[in-house]
């Protein structure tokens, strides 16, 4: 007795291997956003301030378009409380989730990376978390860093009134992360990613104007 098997594809029931990607990955943002995060515990051992405390309470938990609002109030203030969670708080929980926050930020509007480059930001090392962790912690962390610190590149100018792009004040004295360490750091981390990593061979000499984020 022969059984015949089917064995041709079916086609209607096959999906975009890139379409499953995207879909997964989007389900792993809106699973880390649904996160309940003990703000009020941070503020109690003093990793965050009183003021953070209020603005993440306004914006935590709120619709696209009130956050929006929010950003369009004080975004400078929010870019200093999320750069300050993601230097002095290491829970990987809380990471993931203010790197989501951030990456939702500017996916919905991708002008609002000018905000990590406000002059009231000028003392305030807005490039360190994210090239810090971009050798830290899980995929989740290493992709959202690479995202959004190629976003804040990108959306850099040359000078602002005599503040260099990142905030940094041009006679600061507090030694802060350059374009270069930021550039240099995005090649070597995009390298080892692609298999490069065990490169003997120095790296090309890499410019601000010959950066080009897809």
Not at 29 to 47: A, C, G, N, Q, S
Not at 90 to 118: G, Q, S
Not at 147 to 169: C, F, H, P, Y
Not at 178 to 198: F, R
Request: aromatic share 10%; with cysteine; glycine share 6%.
């Amino acid at each position: 007795m022969f059984v015949k098997l089917d064995c041709q594809p079916r086609l209607g029931k096959l999906r975009d291997p890139v379409e499953v990607s995207i879909s997964l990955y989007c389900c792993s943002v809106l699973k880390v956003l649904r996160r309940d995060i003990p703000w009020e515990t941070y503020m109690t051992t003093k990793l965050i301030t009183g003021t953070g405390l209020q603005l993440l309470r306004r914006y935590d938990n709120r619709s696209e378009s009130d956050r929006a609002a929010l950003l369009d109030d004080d975004g400078p203030a929010y870019v200093r409380v999320f750069v300050s969670i993601l230097c002095d708080i290491f829970k990987e929980e809380t990471v993931e989730y203010v790197l989501a926050l951030i990456d939702e930020m500017l996916t919905a509007n991708p002008k609002r990376a000018r905000l990590f480059h406000d002059k009231s930001l000028a003392s305030e090392d807005t490039y360190e978390p994210f090239l810090r962790l971009l050798w830290k912690g899980n995929w989740f962390i290493q992709e959202k860093s690479c995202t959004i610190l190629s976003m804040i590149v990108s959306a850099r100018s040359k000078n602002q009134g005599g503040v260099t792009a990142n905030g940094e004040s041009s006679n600061s004295k507090k030694q802060l992360t350059t374009i270069d360490d930021v550039l240099k750091g995005l090649v070597e981390w995009l390298c080892v990613q692609s298999g490069y990593g065990n490169y003997s061979y120095p790296l090309p000499r890499v410019t601000e104007s010959k950066f080009q984020v897809p």
